[in-house]
């Protein structure tokens, strides 16, 4: 059993869940596009609350849904109950995940690589678990193209991360992907807003285990 005791946040993790739920008639809209045409077994990563698994198209087999948060994960197996297809939701986290290699035909991040502890050590960890050919689904806020967003997200990092979960606005996601090794076939850059926080530059799209 992983010792998860680092990964809670009970008070911005109900805080998240009221935001999430209060932005789900936009954000849902960019969950369906993420999920859209995903088929087999599939890992989410970093599940929430659960918020993405009814937008899981009918064609995916089972999602495993890794959440390490006390909080969100017993939100995410209320929210298991009713999805449209097979999920299992299980504790874990993105550094360590609980799966052998080469399990899964896709793996799904939505709002995760920003807040997890070493990036490159887990996009190797989602690597290791996706097939050969797999693809990598992801809808993350990153640091702004902007150089006075970017310089402005630099300097509220350490602050923003200590009150939001471990979270960093400041990542550049695209680029870490890419050195994990997994080629980006395609994403989009826009800006996305939930209430009660700023807007943010987000990206979304899809790369392939080679």
């Known amino acids: 059993m992983q010792d998860l005791s680092r990964f809670q946040h009970p008070r911005f993790a109900r805080a998240y869940d009221r935001m999430s739920r209060r932005a789900e008639p936009v954000t849902g809209e960019l969950r369906t596009r993420l999920l859209d045409g ?3 077994r599939v890992l989410e990563v970093g599940a929430g609350n659960g918020l993405s ?3 899981y198209p009918r064609g995916v087999r089972e999602v495993v849904a ?3 948060d006390d909080v969100l994960r017993a939100a995410a197996e209320r929210a298991a109950a009713t999805a449209p297809v097979p999920v299992r939701v299980v504790p874990g986290h993105a550094g360590a995940l609980p799966s052998g290699p080469v399990e899964f035909d896709a793996v799904v991040v939505s ?3 920003c807040s997890v502890p070493d990036p490159a050590g887990a996009l190797a960890e989602l690597r290791r678990v996706l097939k050969p050919g797999g693809e990598l689904r992801f809808f993350e806020h990153v640091r702004s193209d902007r150089p006075v967003r970017g310089l402005l997200q630099d300097l509220v990092t350490p602050l923003w991360s200590r009150v939001a979960g471990g979270c960093h606005p400041n990542r550049d996601t ?3 992907i890419g050195a994990a090794g997994l080629v980006i076939e395609e994403h989009d ?10 807007p943010l530059a987000h990206i979304l799209g899809r790369a392939r285990n080679p």
């Open 38 to 40: 995903l088929s087999g």
């Open 53 to 55: 698994f009814p937008h």
């Open 66 to 68: 890794v959440e390490p």
């Open 111 to 113: 709002l995760v690589l």
């Open 174 to 176: 695209a680029a870490a």
């Open 189 to 198: 850059r826009f800006t996305h807003r939930i209430p009660g926080a700023p």
